[in-house]
C-alpha cells in the first residue's frame, strides 16, 4: 500500500527535500559557506577528545577533536574552499526532549547558526534514561525527534538523520541495574536507532547509519577500543577523526568507497585532476587487468597530476594497495595523504590500508615521461 505524502507544519511535502548533500557540494565548490550543523549530545560535542570545550546554546563550539570540526577541515581542503562551515550542536548529558525545547536557541535568528542550511538529528543516547520501558523509550523519542523534524522544515531547514554512535554497553553498569535497566547498547539500537529509520522513510530523508559504521570501525579497524572509546561511551581524537572521515565519504560525491577489492583507473568515474583525454592509450588486447593507461612522453620535465582520488576504506578484511605502471621511471611517485611513496617498478606494493579516508596523488616526479595505469585495493 502506498504511504500517505507527509507535510511539515507549514504544508512544504516532505518528500520533495528542500536541499541535498550534493546541493552542500556544489555550492562548497562554487565558494559558498552553505552551513551544515550536527545536533546530538556529548557524542556530538565532543567529550573525551583533546582539548574539549564543552557546548553552550548560542555559542559558536569549534573544539578541534571532534568530528564536525575534523570533517570542516577535511571538506575545506577538498573544495579548495575556506569559508564552509560544518556546525557542532552537540550539547553534552541532553536528550531529544530537550532538543525539542531549544530549537530556536540554538538555531534561531540571534544564534551564530541561524544560516544552517541542513541539520543533522542524532540523539538517543541519553533518552533511553528517561523512560520507564522500551515502548515508553520509543514513544517518547520518536515524538521529539519528529517535532524536531517539523521545525526545522518550518523554517526552510533540511533535517536529515543519523543514528548514533555505537558504545561498548552490553550490560548494564552494575551501579545502575536497578535504575537505569535499558542503559544497553542493544536498546540504543534496536529502539532509538529503529525509530529514526522509520522516521527517514515516513519523511523522505536522507539517514546516515553512523551506528553501524562506528560498530565496524571498533570491530575491525587496528585501533584497540582503549584508544577509540576508552570510557566505553564517548570517542576520543580516533574515533572522532574516523567519523569526520566517514560522514566525508557521504558529503563528498568524489570519495571511492572501498569495502573490498576495487581498481582505480582512469575510467573510473570519480578520479579528478588527471591527465588530457587524449593522453590515454586504450589497447585493442589488454596486457592485463587495466583497459586504459597513459604512458607517453611530455613536453618538460616538470613534476606534474596524473591523477588523483580519494578513497575511503570500510572494509572489514585488510586491504593492500598497489600500484601499476608500465615503465620504472624513478622520479615518478604517489602520495598517499600528502605522503610521497616513490613507484619503484611496473608494480609498487604501496601497503595495508585501514580504515579510514586517503587521498592518493599521483605524480610524474621531475621527468618527461607520464606512465601509469592505476591502483588495485584487494
Not at 557546548?55 to 575545506?76: H, I, M, W
Not at 559504521?213 to 570491530?219: G, I
Request: charged residues 25%; aromatic residues 12%; contains cysteine.
Amino acid at each position: 500500500m502506498e504511504k500517505e505524502q507527509a507535510f511539515g507544519q507549514d504544508g512544504v511535502p516532505v518528500r520533495q527535500p528542500l536541499y541535498t548533500f550534493n546541493d552542500a557540494w556544489t555550492e562548497w565548490l562554487a565558494g559558498g559557506k552553505f552551513p551544515i550543523a550536527f545536533f546530538g549530545d556529548s557524542t556530538f560535542d565532543g567529550a573525551n577528545t583533546t582539548d574539549w570545550v564543552r557546548n553552550v546554546p548560542g555559542t559558536d563550539n569549534v573544539s578541534r577533536n571532534a568530528f564536525p570540526f575534523v570533517l570542516e577541515r577535511l571538506l575545506r581542503e577538498a573544495a579548495g574552499n575556506s569559508v564552509l562551515r560544518i556546525y557542532n550542536a552537540g550539547f553534552s548529558g541532553q536528550t531529544a526532549k530537550w532538543a525539542e525545547t531549544m530549537l530556536e536557541q540554538v538555531f534561531g535568528q540571534t544564534s551564530p547558526y541561524a544560516d544552517v542550511k541542513m541539520i543533522g538529528i542524532g540523539f538517543g543516547i541519553n533518552d533511553r534514561l528517561g523512560f520507564e520501558n522500551e515502548k515508553a523509550y520509543r514513544h517518547g523519542f520518536k515524538r521529539s525527534i519528529e517535532r524536531i523534524v517539523h521545525w526545522c522544515l518550518s523554517k526552510g531547514i533540511q533535517p536529515f538523520l543519523l543514528t548514533t554512535q555505537a558504545v561498548v554497553e552490553p550490560g548494564v553498569l552494575t551501579q545502575y541495574a536497578d535504575t537505569y535497566p535499558m542503559r544497553t547498547s542493544e536498546h540504543i539500537e534496536s529502539v532509538a536507532n529503529e525509530a529514526k529509520r522509520e522516521l527517514a522513510e515516513q519523511y523522505g530523508l536522507a539517514l546516515i547509519d553512523l551506528n553501524r559504521f562506528t560498530e565496524s570501525f571498533m570491530q575491525h579497524s587496528s585501533h584497540s577500543l582503549q584508544s577509540i572509546i576508552s570510557d566505553k561511551l564517548h570517542f576520543g581524537d580516533v574515533g572522532h577523526k574516523a567519523e569526520a572521515e566517514f560522514l566525508f565519504s557521504r558529503l563528498c560525491p568524489r570519495t571511492i568507497v572501498a569495502d573490498g577489492y576495487t581498481k582505480i583507473d582512469f575510467s573510473s568515474q570519480k578520479v579528478f585532476d588527471c591527465v588530457p583525454e587524449d593522453w590515454l592509450t586504450m589497447p585493442d588486447r589488454p596486457a592485463d587487468r587495466f583497459k586504459v593507461f597513459v604512458d607517453r612522453p611530455k613536453a618538460n620535465a616538470d613534476d606534474g597530476n596524473l591523477m588523483s582520488a580519494y578513497v575511503f576504506v570500510r572494509s572489514e578484511k585488510e586491504l593492500v594497495l598497489k600500484a601499476y605502471r608500465t615503465g620504472s621511471d624513478p622520479a615518478a611517485y604517489v602520495k598517499v595523504n600528502g605522503d610521497i611513496r616513490p613507484l619503484t617498478g611496473a608494480e609498487t606494493n604501496l601497503g595495508p590500508l585501514d580504515f579510514g579516508l586517503y587521498r592518493l596523488d599521483v605524480r610524474t616526479g621531475e621527468s618527461a615521461a607520464a606512465d601509469f595505469k592505476g591502483f588495485i585495493l584487494e
